[in-house]
Nanobody, 124 residues
């Protein structure tokens, strides 16, 4: 299990930007795949983006492609999610998750450890 802490959420107007960060407390962070998921009120949790251990492999949900960018700094044990051109439909609680054993990037079942989430609200 990896302890994950998200930060950077907040309230922003449509078209604005936010940068979410996920800090991990594990010695072998560089071996983990990290993903971002989100859950809006009344909706199921959905995958947003993910990044492989080296940073060379990434995944984006169709709904955020071209607007969101995931990156990682293994030395700092951090994964960031830069969110641009935000839309009201991006409003959700955003969760960071870590996977040691791998699997599909967009499957929540692939991830063993989860943060507590950070709220992102986008006003129209």
């Amino acid at each position: 299990q990896v302890h994950l802490v998200e930060s950077g959420g907040g309230l922003v107007q449509a078209g604005g930007s936010l940068r979410l960060s996920c800090a991990a407390s594990v010695l072998t962070f560089s071996t983990y795949t990290v993903g971002w998921f989100r859950q809006a009120p009344g909706k199921e949790r959905e995958s947003v983006a993910a990044i492989g251990w080296s940073g060379d492999s990434t995944y984006y949900a169709d709904s955020v492609k071209g607007r969101f960018t995931i990156s990682r700094d293994n030395a700092k044990k951090m994964v960031d999610l830069q969110m641009n051109s935000l839309k009201p439909e991006d409003t959700a609680v955003y969760y960071c998750a870590a996977s040691y054993f791998g699997g599909r990037y967009d499957f929540a079942e692939s991830y063993e450890s989860w943060g507590q989430g950070t709220q992102v609200s986008v006003s129209s």
